[in-house]
């Protein structure tokens, strides 16, 4: 078992691997830290860091503890080729995540996992190649690779492109000045309540999807051609109505473990219709889909 050190507050910092890894604000710790301030520093937690004193899990407890005027907290030191591998491994047992805010979140340290893994193995003196892969991390997180390439693919876009914009979301909230992480990150994240309005979280397609038709429309309107050419704007935005449509049915489906078997039953029953409407060569695509997404599970 590690043992359990007591490092000073004021030598620590923040692992630059976490430092794409959304926080808690200082009202959503509130109760994190009448917690601590009730339990005491010694038995607190510990947080891990590595040996040059970068934390690597406990962020939020280490900002907890300097809110709280602590001096010192309890940490246990990890190796350096754990790191990444361990804020992985952290995300995936957050119980309260979708699918797609487990990709979203672990996207970024997929790279740094890789490279750990081939550092344990030459360190145990043998070549043979990784055994992690995208799609290994994909199935320990029980998703699809494909929604991790989305993961992927958003980081991507909010690395590159640091505009700022105003932008409308599906409820027709605005928001001024804006980067595209700054306006989607926080809905991607969102802390699902079927009860309440406006807590149900994007989906990764949804996200991607939105984004290439900012910047599609941002390009046409910088050639001087708004709407001109490619697909009309009202094809844009029935696409875009069709993919929100698409995300709101995969939302529903939080309801479905709390139904009985008559509930569930009587719900298949609204499906015939809509398979009947349904394009054939969408019929193809959904068959397509249904039967690997069938066999992964199968697994």
């Not at 995208?134 to 980081?155: C, F, G, N, T």
């Not at 809905?187 to 999807?209: F, H, K, M, N």
Request: glycine share 6%; hydrophobic share 35%.
């Amino acid at each position: 078992m590690n043992k359990i050190e007591i490092r000073n507050l004021d030598d620590l910092d923040i692992h630059p691997a976490l430092k794409s890894q959304p926080r808690l604000t200082d009202d959503e710790l509130l109760s994190w830290r009448k917690g601590m301030k009730r339990r005491g520093e010694a038995a607190t937690p510990p947080i891990y860091i590595t040996d040059d004193n970068q934390i690597v899990d406990g962020r939020h407890r280490y900002w907890c503890a300097r809110k709280l005027g602590w001096k010192t907290i309890p940490a246990i030191v990890v190796k350096d080729d754990e790191v990444f591998t361990l804020i992985k491994e952290t995300i995936i047992n957050r119980r309260h995540y979708s699918k797609g805010q487990l990709a979203y979140s672990v996207a970024p340290l997929v790279e740094g996992v890789f490279a750990e893994a081939k550092k344990r193995i030459l360190a145990g003196g043998t070549h043979t190649p990784t055994t992690e892969t995208p799609e290994s991390i994909a199935a320990d997180m029980k998703i699809s690779y494909r929604v991790l390439a989305q993961a992927q693919e958003i980081h991507d876009y909010f690395n590159t492109d640091k505009a700022k914009r105003t932008l409308t979301d599906r409820d027709e909230v605005t928001e001024k000045n804006v980067t595209l992480k700054e306006f989607f990150e926080p809905r991607i994240l969102l802390v699902e309540d079927p009860e309440a309005p406006r807590t149900r979280a994007y989906g990764l397609g949804a996200v991607l999807a939105g984004i290439k038709q900012i910047l599609m429309l941002e390009k046409r309107d910088g050639e001087g051609r708004a709407h001109g050419g490619g697909r009309p704007e009202r094809v844009e935005k029935q696409l875009q109505l069709f993919g929100t449509a698409m995300t709101g049915l995969q939302n529903k489906f939080v309801y479905w473990q709390k139904w009985d078997e008559a509930t569930r039953h009587e719900a298949i029953q609204a499906l015939p219709p809509v398979i009947e409407k349904m394009p054939r060569e969408l019929l193809v695509a959904f068959g397509k889909l249904i039967a690997t997404e069938l066999k992964r599970q199968d697994k």
